[in-house]
T-cell receptor
């Protein structure tokens, strides 16, 4: 199946600093990528939908100025957590839609990134 | 928007028994229903999916059924094995649209 790579897998940062997480589709062009947040023992909560070359669409309750999303190319989307605080500590995971698989609805996930803000 | 409910939240079965996880959805426009398996600290992995033009799909020990009229779909795992232990998520998405809504997850424990 298609491969989506996410980096870094683990990151620890100090409160008040910014952290960037990258999501890459390695063998297909992803016109759309998704960013999720997952708290322990909970489901995946969609934060935003990232479309190549345009602004991301944020879900209700997600601060777009805090979670900056950039989708500059068909294979790369980035999530920047700005002025991170301990409550931002979570598992962040991206996914990408392969437009050529499964009538265009097949979603592949990155490995996820554990963010700890101290 | 779409709302996906999933039951049960936890499920324990003896090795070799069957496990069934059920989901309901609210948006009649949804017509793509994937199931994901997530092991602790790892990414969700697609295990099977079904589209609305199909009522049932099977892949070895895993099967999914869909009832569009009732807006519910189910995952069936037969002859369960300890390595099936994980959290399973159902999801729903309208074809042609991009947003996938996940259920709340079911923690499956297969007891050896």
């Amino acid at each position: 199946g298609a491969v989506v790579s996410q980096h870094p897998s683990w990151v620890i940062c100090k409160s008040g600093t910014s952290v960037k997480i990258e999501c890459r589709s390695l063998d297909f062009q992803a016109t759309t990528m998704f960013w999720y947040r997952q708290f322990p023992k909970q489901s995946l909560m969609l934060m935003a939908t990232s479309n190549e070359g345009s602004k991301a669409t944020y879900e209700q309750g997600v601060e777009k100025d805090k979670f900056l999303i950039n989708h500059a190319s068909l294979t790369l989307s980035t999530l920047t957590v700005t002025s991170a605080h301990p409550e931002d500590s979570s598992f962040y995971i991206c996914s990408a839609r392969d437009p050529w698989q499964g009538a265009g609805n097949t979603i592949y996930f990155g490995e996820g990134s554990w963010l700890t803000v101290v | 928007g779409e709302n996906v409910e999933q039951h049960p939240s936890t499920l324990s079965v003896q090795e070799g028994d069957s496990a069934v996880i059920k989901c309901t959805y609210s948006d009649s426009a949804s017509n793509y229903f994937p199931w994901y398996k997530q092991e602790l600290g790892k990414r969700p992995q697609l295990i099977i999916d079904i589209r609305s033009n199909v009522g049932e799909k099977k892949d070895q020990r895993i099967a999914v059924t869909l009832n569009k009229t009732a807006k519910h779909f189910s995952l069936h795992i037969t002859e369960t094995q300890p390595e099936d232990s994980a959290v399973y998520f159902c999801a729903a998405s309208p074809l042609g649209y991009q947003k996938v809504t996940f259920g709340t997850g079911t923690k499956l424990q297969v007891i050896p």
